[in-house]
């Protein structure tokens, strides 16, 4: 048999392969996790509807644009943002080379573990904790630092890795909407250089795919090398009216599903749901105090109050995680 | 014959034509417009390197980056840049709503043709002519005001559409790189919303991959409809040191390709050179007045001194126009 013949046979093999696979695939259920309600109905009906070719509805592959929150819709964010953990945590790694935070606040109430000390510091205490422990590094040097933390650190309750605790029905959500031609992207309040280093791994979103809060950057020659140095400033606050402004500024088109679970995600899905044609968008509620936590229109973080009355409004669906979701964490 | 057994049989069916087009489009010369010298000898050895399995240099996929300025690198930039053509139309279409322009700089100036009058006014009437005609509109607005334009505008001295004069070589780069894997991304000097409503059309490159300079955008519902705001003020100059702070804000990781033109795109250069592994920094040089424009280290547009030195020092192809290019427009 020729060279040729052989890599013809080969690449024939490969495809009978791939297309018993596909439909191996078409045939299972790409939401195992989801139960059989409201919201996964929706969401199925809306994929097969945007790209059923030759329907009204089709959406061409590279306008399908779906935009996920990350914190309480990815992953949990109680008892609280777990970007706040990697503060707290590398304050205290930092805290022999910087004496004078034992008396200046709100290091020294870190330091002692007293949290409501840190939280009288108010927006101006968090604002000093992000710049000692996001600023005045390179970015290589940052993303050491979280790859390092987000592999060994663990949640204070659960006890397990925090990128244990995202949501195994969203994996799945992310892989359904990926297999359908979507480009998945991360629309979050939090740091854009905090989320990237794994977001590629858990959730299988590139850096180039992920939106979040953004700090000040520059670029500058150490010895001849070029660095790219964090800054104390913010220059984008991904977060309520930040997230339409963020999706503008990294996609330059308007997603066609949106998927969030608090007041802050409320301007995303208004931009979304505002664009012509199919549209989708999704609060997750936090209802299931069992197996993650309680919380909605009194939380402190992750409120969902407007978003509540809105979504019932519009008609967009709004997922128990109680009775909508089989599963929870992987 | 069973509706399985069909779907089977055309799906071997494809595949195999499928496997019969790739092989025939991998004998065929992907970079047909490049002479057969230096440069385009550094890119395809380059780009057989790093996506060879089993190769020490193989690049995976996904960290497969590479960007392009897009002023006098993908499209040409003389008598200036043409985003500048697209600021005078703009002013002189807006004048009739603007009667105090007649007396005041630099629209006044503009007004009448006279350029120097223009130029006088400097950095500060420039961001007056910007703010003009890029801000106090919706993104939407704006999108429509552009993708107008530039279907219509036509270049004083080439009398062809400004999305005529790309260079035919570069758009075949462009597909080669992808054709291999790569993601190709534009990081210009030039306004980011810009050059997003045409660079699919143009250069198969999706907004979401157009990195450039960037005005401030500010949410808000107007009469319950929500809109994005272009705001007179510049979060990102897009250009020398800019570039590699835009390639981390907008893309999150280091290209292992760079293409430019002028030391306005050094620093992106020096950026993408001093990661690991295997890299391929390339400028254009612009050498050929008869088919296109010569202009180098003194020139006002798209200067190309110490970037002409460093790739000489650094052993980085550079392109001459001249001798290197068959063909310039498509």
């Known amino acids: 048999m020729s060279r040729n013949t052989w890599t013809s046979l080969r690449s024939l093999l490969v ?66 943002y777990f970007q706040l953990f990697y503060v707290a945590d590398r304050v205290k790694a930092l805290a022999p080379k910087h004496p004078e935070w034992k008396t200046r606040e709100p290091f020294a109430s870190l330091l002692r573990g007293d949290m409501k000390g840190v939280a009288a510091a108010g927006e101006k205490g968090l604002a000093a904790l ?33 990128t244990e605790m995202v949501y195994q029905p969203m994996l799945e959500l992310l892989t359904y909407l ?10 979050s309040g939090g740091g854009i250089e905090f989320m990237r280093p794994w977001a590629e791994r858990v959730y299988g979103i590139p850096p180039e795919q992920v939106v979040g809060s953004s700090g000040g950057l520059k670029y500058e020659l150490r010895g001849g090398k070029p660095v790219i140095v964090k800054l104390p400033e913010l220059v984008l606050n991904d977060d309520k009216g930040g997230k339409p402004v963020g999706i503008q500024r990294h996609i330059g088109r308007r997603p066609i599903a949106a998927f969030g679970n608090s007041d802050g995600d409320l301007q995303m899905q208004q931009w979304t749901a505002a664009g012509g044609g199919s549209r989708l968008c999704l609060f997750v509620h936090h209802d299931d105090a069992q197996r993650e936590w309680a919380y909605d229109r ?17 008609g967009w669906p709004v997922v128990s995680m109680k009775t909508d979701w089989a599963k929870i964490y992987p």
Chains 1, 2 share one sequence.
């Open 298 to 314: 009194q939380s402190k973080i992750g409120k969902l109050d407007r978003g509540l009355d809105e979504a019932k409004a519009k």
């Open 130 to 162: 992000l710049a000692a422990t996001h600023a005045g590094m390179t970015t290589e040097e940052f993303e050491r630092a979280v790859t390092k933390w987000i592999t060994t650190a663990k949640h204070p309750k659960t006890g397990k890795l925090f």
């Open 15 to 80: 495809s009978i392969a791939a297309a018993v696979l596909a439909s191996a695939a078409f045939a299972a259920d790409p939401l195992p996790s989801w139960n059989d309600t409201a919201p996964k109905q929706a969401i199925v009906q809306f994929v097969e509807k945007v790209t059923k070719e030759g329907s009204a509805d089709l959406v061409p592959a590279p306008q399908r644009i779906a935009t996920f929150d990350n914190d309480g819709t990815l992953w949990s964010e109680q008892p609280m």
């Open 178 to 187: 990926r297999a359908n031609g979507f480009k998945t992207f991360i629309v």
